[in-house]
């Protein structure tokens, strides 16, 4: 039947209020306030109106609590998917794109090619950009009319045209 629950650990109600007040974790504190709602006779609807959380949400936390006491009501968080590739395998992929100038959709496809696992634009740029600060180089065309030596010509030329006027130039003649 919903909403009948059965709290099976004895517990003194100001003792389980010491610990909602000392809590810290938000969750947990929620979590025992419920449990305080449920202990003084409420129902799990009614607790769950006052929480503003569904009935099921509420008979997990007290299925948490009757298995695993107060140690129950913690979140279990897993931490998220495992990496494909280790943080070894990620730093001899970076020795070897080091001074390539490659882009992240080239090393994309050099992981895809070379270790066989996929891994998305995204998921390449996370790796090198935020957890290892790798520089990539950004692809663009080179002009083919350039000269080799363009800086050279360059800093000539801009030696002469910023010089001033020359002396002949100021005076005048009559």
Do not use: C
């Not at 449920?38 to 936390?61: A, C, D, F, H, N």
């Not at 070379?114 to 950009?129: A, I, P």
């Amino acid at each position: 039947m919903v909403g009948v629950v059965h709290l099976t650990r004895p517990i003194d109600i100001n003792e389980l209020s010491d610990k909602y007040r000392n809590e810290k974790d938000p969750r947990v504190k929620e979590r025992l306030l419920a449990l305080i709602h449920l202990y003084e006779g409420k129902t799990v609807k009614e607790v769950s109106t006052i929480v503003k959380r569904s009935i099921r949400t509420v008979e997990r936390w007290v299925s948490a609590w009757n298995k695993s006491g107060y140690e129950g009501l913690a979140p279990q968080f897993t931490g998220g998917p495992k990496p494909k590739l280790s943080v070894d395998e990620w730093d001899k992929i970076v020795k070897e794109i080091e001074e390539k100038g490659m882009t992240i959709k080239d090393v994309t496809v050099y992981v895809n090619d070379t270790r066989g696992v996929h891994y998305g634009y995204k998921g390449v740029w996370e790796v090198l950009r935020r957890k290892r600060h790798v520089p990539y180089g950004k692809a663009y065309k080179m002009n083919e009319k350039r000269p080799s030596n363009a800086e050279e010509t360059l800093k000539k030329g801009s030696r002469n045209r910023f010089r001033g006027p020359s002396s002949s130039q100021t005076t005048p003649q009559l």
